[in-house]
């Protein structure tokens, strides 16, 4: 049973370990390889800042891995911090899920001018460093990893049916159309400044109902901490821009007056896969004689590591719906 | 009389403190630092600086709400500004968790901190062997850099800075007519006070940036303070140990106090150790005294046994020593005065 996943950033790598950690036992033949032409730190994963804000199975995955010796290889570690609004809003449908959610007193708003309404809540952060990490991990009888940075697999079929593959993992994110056109699609261009700021302990998010989400400053500390605050739909340039800059330093200076003493370490701009919903979901592919199954797992926007594990889980439950099914329709067959 | 005169013994975060303090509300006085010891080698410079105050026994509670909420409320404006940075000073989160129910479920400082609460059941699950916890967001003045901060200002507002050992205040007397005693744990031998004595602390210092909260165990004896640079883990109370020296199996004691609190803390690296003696005393000496040798008289104020509390109220108990000095100055003045009659 051959499966190639295509495509290494977090939704790609933790497909990968999810389906190889619930199967490989199960079927003793499984060879997974992942194809991809960027991998970190090269992917739009890494441009993440990696924050997450909740959602369900991702969660617990996380929550069970924080106190391991794995969190620190993992990037992964709490924080607390800030979502900020210009109004009062309801509580989000997560608030139960985080630790500690509250809303913000009367002093500290005084720490957000321009700010009338607020929540405190502990989350945690997944930095990528889990990109290394998940990389890394896995059995690696089981599992090997193509690395093909020569290869942009120009459609889904010739390539990977070629090398025999029987299930095919399409996490292209962004890139999805190339192999696949989907109109649905779309980048949404997010620029971010990493500044050494480790006096910085909590996240900042600013909500602007009219400026739309991520296109409002926000301050997410790591290893660096992110300055980010641009969302454009619809564009595709990975250069940065000088205005986009000016843009995010005066709104995250303002919203974070300490910051102005902070080193600027790196500049980066990345293509969020946006989608209406995110396709994960099963197709049949047929060339000639021979079918292959493909299941989508992309466009996951801005939120693709907040729900990476969920998805991961229900990629590797299509996943055992096909297995099932061949061993249903077929007893194994000689390769043709 | 001349511009009055001040000598402030003493260059932990108390001396430096009261100095700035009396500068800034003496201006016709010239402020002089005298220290044998200065950053990074004062007992400041071991204490993780976290603002979670001590309870002294023998201080009105109001008294030592009114100095912690002074220290909080000049603390957080600096925090929030370009300058917090160089100052050392930050926002800190996180949780003090409890193995039985504390004596008070609202301890007096509860109003004064950031967004303080009871944490929940499902906050507790992250701590098993606690029952009971409060979750709150506070500040943290790292040292050295709090301390340099301290001594830039100086610098900038005329004060000079000094090192010599005084063995007795009297040697002051021929220089300088008011004198402030900020000397901590030194005060044992330099005033002779009985009454102060060593709490001795060692602590860890290590590189875990990845550590963004604080938690701290109700006993006082267990704490994990994230700073900018490395994390504070702790500690003793060791009462009467005047030892400085790190003992290397409380080393480890500590560490695996701490790592059971947050196991991520295994992967810490770069582990540093520090010790400081807490200068405690049931109360803070923050008063006047008048020496007085054949007819010459020196007032002193003294400002020391802040003990496991000096952060978290230096700059109350610095502003109240300024006015002591204050009035000394006032006094001197009046009879100088007087006396040109």
């Known amino acids: ?336 | 009389m001349a511009a009055p005169k001040v000598a402030v013994v003493g260059a932990g975060v108390v001396g430096l403190s009261t100095a700035l303090c009396i500068a800034e509300t003496c201006p016709s006085g010239s402020v002089t630092v005298l220290s044998d010891q200065f950053s990074p080698d004062t007992t400041s410079d071991a204490a993780a600086g976290i603002l979670i105050p001590h309870t002294y026994p023998g201080t009105p509670i109001h008294v030592q709400k009114q100095w912690f909420k002074e220290t909080f409320t000049y603390l957080f404006a600096i925090s929030n500004s370009a300058e917090a940075s160089e100052a050392g000073i930050h926002l800190v989160s996180g949780w003090q968790v409890f193995k039985n129910s504390p004596k008070e479920e609202l301890p007096f400082w509860s109003d004064i901190v950031l967004g303080f609460r009871l944490m929940s059941k499902a906050e507790l699950q992250k701590f098993p062997q606690h029952q009971f916890g409060q979750a709150f967001t506070t500040l943290k003045c790292d040292c050295p850099p709090y301390l340099l901060w301290l001594e830039k200002r100086l610098k900038a507002a005329g004060v000079q800075i000094y090192t010599r050992k005084v063995a007795d205040l009297w040697e002051l007397h021929s220089e300088y007519n008011v004198v402030v005693n900020c000397t901590g744990i030194g005060a044992r031998q330099l005033v002779g006070d009985e009454k102060l004595f060593p709490v001795r602390g060692q602590v860890l210092k290590v590189h875990a940036p990845w550590v963004k909260n604080f938690i701290r165990d109700g006993d006082g004896l267990t704490y994990i303070y994230p700073g900018i640079h490395r994390v504070t883990l702790g500690g003793t109370r060791e009462k009467d140990n005047w030892s400085l020296a790190p003992d290397p199996g409380t080393t480890k004691d500590i560490f695996d106090r701490c790592c059971s609190l947050e196991p991520s803390l295994r992967g810490a690296q770069d582990i540093k150790v520090k010790v400081g003696l807490r200068p405690s005393r049931q109360h803070v000496r923050l008063q006047r005294e008048v020496l007085s040798q054949g007819g010459v008289k020196l007032p002193v104020i003294h400002n020391y046994g802040h003990g496991a509390g000096g952060f978290s109220v230096h700059r109350g108990t610095a502003k109240e020593a300024a006015r002591l000095v204050g009035e000394c100055i006032a006094a001197l003045q009046g009879s100088s005065s007087r006396a040109k009659l």
């Open chain 1, 1 to 336: 049973m051959r499966v190639a996943i295509i495509g290494a950033g977090v939704i790609g790598l933790s497909t990968a370990l999810c389906i190889h950690e619930q199967y490989h036992g199960l079927v003793p033949s499984l060879e997974m390889e992942v194809y991809a032409d960027r991998f970190t730190p090269h992917t739009t994963s890494d441009g993440a800042a990696g924050l997450w804000q909740p959602y369900l199975k991702t969660f617990d995955y996380l929550l069970g891995h924080l106190d391991s010796a794995a969190a620190k290889e993992m990037g992964l570690f709490l924080i607390s911090g800030y979502n900020l609004f210009t109004q009062p809003v309801p509580d989000p449908s997560w608030k139960n899920i985080v630790l500690g959610f509250r809303n913000l007193t009367p002093k500290e708003l005084e720490l957000f001018p321009g700010y009338s309404y607020g929540w405190f809540n502990t989350a945690l952060m997944l930095e990528l460093l889990g990109l290394a990490w998940l990389q890394e991990s896995g059995d690696p009888r089981g599992q090997r990893r193509r690395v093909c940075p020569a290869h942009r697999a120009a459609s889904l079929s010739p390539q990977v049916f070629a090398q025999g593959a029987d299930v095919v993992i399409n996490c292209t994110g962004v890139r999805a159309g190339e192999l696949q056109p989907d109109p649905e699609l779309q980048p949404g261009r997010g620029q971010i400044i990493k500044v050494l700021a480790p006096w910085v302990k909590h996240f900042i998010i600013t909500h602007d109902i009219k400026s739309g989400i991520y296109n409002s400053p926000y301050v997410i500390p790591g290893e660096f901490t992110v300055l980010g605050g641009i969302y454009q739909h619809g564009n595709w340039n990975e250069e940065n821009s000088a205005q986009d800059h000016k843009t995010v330093w005066e709104n995250c200076c303002r919203l974070l007056p300490t910051l102005q003493k902070a080193k600027i370490v790196q500049e980066w701009s990345g293509l969020r896969p946006a989608r209406p919903c995110v396709r994960l979901e099963r197709e049949t592919l047929r060339h000639g004689h021979s079918q292959a199954e493909v299941i989508h797992n992309y466009g996951h926007g801005g939120f693709g590591i907040t729900i990476h594990w969920g998805c991961a889980m229900a990629a590797a439950r299509l996943f055992g719906t096909i297995l099932q099914e061949k061993k249903l329709a077929s007893p194994p067959q000689p390769r043709l």
